[in-house]
């Protein structure tokens, strides 16, 4: 039977990635998102090829967009939630709190609507896999919005494998990795900091979108998977 997926974060960066593969290995992709025409042409990339996809779009940071999509989504195998990249640096005294906030209301408080009001819709033997980052277990300054957001979904994802069970909830936490999630940068800016990652880590590489969609099918596939973070970084934390 085909596998359907719906990956809120789909129309780019890791989650498109993730796309990519799954409908490369035949399943049907459910794309989401708050852009319509961003979802348009992912689901065209993905078609051109012959793939299965189609597109919803979403803003998980409404809950009732996502309470309205619970009452209408017909049962997926899987749920994939890469949602929410952007949030404010900087050190606390000097950040913008409503902006923090927003960031919590996309991210952290987006992946617990998901996962209240989508999750019944997973067939057995699915799964719910949430997006983490390696900053949840590393202490750098300015970044305490990204670590807290972070650490708090860890947290979430070990409770939901238990309260949700026999349903796996997992989290899949990328390094930096070379996503849209940068497209505010300058090229030259953009590559400088890759540049500097690959030196510095000791994978002596930077992450791609594709290496980090090989972590969320690991965690579909592997049935003995449930409550763990899937640390994809170059090393990061180690280093
Ligand atoms: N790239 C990295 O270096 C890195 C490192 C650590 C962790 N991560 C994490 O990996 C995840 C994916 O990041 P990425 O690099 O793939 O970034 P990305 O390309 O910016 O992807 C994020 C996707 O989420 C969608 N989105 C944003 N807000 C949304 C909302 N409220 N409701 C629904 N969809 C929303 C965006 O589309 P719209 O704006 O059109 O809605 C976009 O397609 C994020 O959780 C990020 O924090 C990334």
Same mark, same amino acid.
């Given at each position: 039977?085909?596998?359907?997926?719906?990956?809120?974060?789909?129309?780019?960066?890791?989650?498109? =990635? +993730? &796309?990519?593969? #799954?409908? !490369?290995?035949?399943?049907?992709?459910?794309?989401?998102?708050?852009?319509?025409?961003? *979802? %348009?042409?992912?689901?065209?990339?993905?078609?051109?090829?012959?793939?299965?996809?189609?597109?919803?779009?979403?803003?998980?940071?409404?809950?009732?967009?996502?309470?309205?999509?619970?009452?209408?989504?017909?049962?997926?195998?899987?749920?994939?939630?890469?949602?929410?990249?952007?949030?404010?640096?900087?050190?606390?005294?000097?950040?913008?709190?409503?902006?923090?906030?927003?960031?919590?209301?996309?991210?952290?408080?987006?992946?617990? =609507? +998901? &996962?209240?009001? #989508?999750? !019944?819709?997973?067939?057995?033997?699915?799964?719910?896999?949430?997006?983490?980052?390696? *900053? %949840?277990?590393?202490?750098?300054?300015?970044?305490?919005?990204?670590?807290?957001?972070?650490?708090?979904?860890?947290?979430?994802?070990?409770?939901?494998?238990?309260?949700?069970?026999?349903?796996?909830?997992?989290?899949?936490?990328?390094?930096?990795?070379?996503?849209?999630?940068?497209?505010?940068?300058?090229?030259?800016?953009?590559?400088?900091?890759?540049?500097?990652?690959?030196?510095?880590?000791?994978?002596?590489?930077?992450?791609? =979108?594709?290496?980090?969609?090989?972590?969320?099918?690991?965690?579909?596939?592997?049935?003995?998977?449930?409550?763990?973070?899937?640390?994809?970084?170059?090393?990061?934390?180690?280093?």
């Amino acid at each position: 039977m085909t596998q359907r997926t719906l990956i809120i974060g789909g129309a780019t960066g890791i989650g498109f =990635a +993730v &796309a990519q593969l #799954l409908a !490369g290995r035949g399943g049907h992709v459910i794309l989401a998102g708050r852009d319509d025409n961003k *979802l %348009s042409d992912a689901c065209q990339r993905l078609q051109v090829t012959g793939a299965s996809a189609e597109t919803v779009v979403l803003n998980i940071a409404d809950e009732k967009q996502v309470a309205i999509l619970g009452k209408t989504l017909e049962p997926v195998d899987h749920i994939i939630v890469t949602a929410g990249s952007q949030a404010p640096g900087g050190v606390l005294t000097a950040l913008d709190l409503s902006a923090a906030r927003q960031a919590f209301n996309t991210k952290f408080w987006g992946s617990l =609507a +998901v &996962a209240h009001h #989508l999750s !019944g819709k997973i067939k057995p033997g699915g799964t719910l896999t949430l997006t983490t980052g390696f *900053l %949840s277990r590393r202490t750098v300054p300015g970044t305490i919005v990204k670590t807290t957001i972070n650490a708090a979904l860890e947290s979430a994802v070990k409770m939901l494998a238990k309260e949700l069970s026999p349903l796996r909830v997992n989290a899949v936490s990328p390094g930096l990795t070379n996503t849209e999630a940068y497209a505010g940068m300058t090229l030259k800016d953009r590559q400088k900091m890759l540049t500097r990652a690959a030196e510095n880590l000791p994978a002596k590489a930077y992450g791609r =979108a594709e290496d980090q969609a090989k972590g969320y099918l690991f965690v579909i596939d592997n049935p003995y998977v449930t409550g763990s973070v899937v640390d994809i970084d170059g090393g990061a934390l180690i280093n």
